[in-house]
């Protein structure tokens, strides 16, 4: 079964500038979730996604934002990029059900540098 | 957000048993403990999880203590690839799938 597949892995970005990061889900998995990792803060979780909704969010600004679509691929995207935005961007996904006895399986990540 | 407390870095040598500590007092009694590990440039992997029960499988064993105040995360023989930072974190609640996670214990495996 193939895990959680991220594009592109490695991405680099001016100030100012947008980008959209892509995510496909293990192939059954309804659940769609949005990590960013840096050296300062650690894992933060963004946002999760199920049956094309957003369920939850973590505290970002608006300028982040996320989609799933109906085959439960997800994508994220971010506005007006920071110099602060440089990160890895991590997507992980489950079942989504309402059993917590599932866990959530990460991709490798997009590692985002914004010069 | 639910805490765990964890020692923030352990050696441990290759083909020994690698025993990785997690505190959790605040859980409550449906929550499950789940360990995941990362490996440098790579995301987290699952390892692990359990409710009250220990639990093993091919990766390593969980030992969660009766009271569920704490567990240990077992690697029975420990190679150089088990080199990586470990998190203890609690599941969320029903429908919410955030994931809190800490600083986590580094393991570094030793010749």
């Known amino acids: 079964k193939a895990g959680v597949t991220q594009t592109p892995r490695y991405l680099i970005k001016t100030r100012g500038q947008q980008v959209t990061l892509s995510c496909s889900p293990i192939?059954?998995?309804?659940?769609v979730s949005w990590y960013q990792q840096t050296p300062g803060q650690g894992l933060q979780f963004l946002f999760e996604y199920f049956s094309e909704t957003q369920r939850n969010k973590g505290n970002f600004p608006g300028r982040f934002s996320g989609r799933q679509f109906s085959n439960s691929r997800s994508e994220m995207n971010v506005s007006t990029l920071e110099l602060g935005d440089s990160a890895l961007y991590l997507c992980?996904?489950?079942?989504?059900?309402?059993?917590?006895?599932?866990?959530?399986?990460f991709g490798d990540g997009t590692r985002l540098s914004i010069l | 957000d639910a805490k765990t407390t964890q020692p923030p870095s352990m050696d441990c040598a290759e083909g020994r048993a690698a025993n990785l500590p997690c505190n959790h007092s605040t859980i409550s009694g449906n929550e499950y403990v789940y360990w995941y590990r990362q490996i440098h440039s790579q995301g987290p992997q699952y390892i692990i999880h359990g409710l009250k029960n220990n639990e093993t499988n091919e990766m390593a064993s969980l030992i969660i203590t009766e009271d569920r105040k704490s567990s240990t995360l077992i690697l029975p023989h420990a190679t150089l690839r088990d080199t990586a930072v470990y998190y203890c974190?609690?599941?969320?609640?029903?429908?919410?799938?955030?994931?809190?996670f800490g600083t986590g214990t580094r393991l570094t495996i030793i010749p």
């Open positions: 992980a996904s489950s079942l989504g059900g309402s059993s917590r006895n599932q866990p959530q399986h």
């Open positions: 192939s059954g998995h309804r659940s």
């Open positions: 974190i609690f599941t969320p609640n029903f429908g919410n799938e955030k994931l809190t």
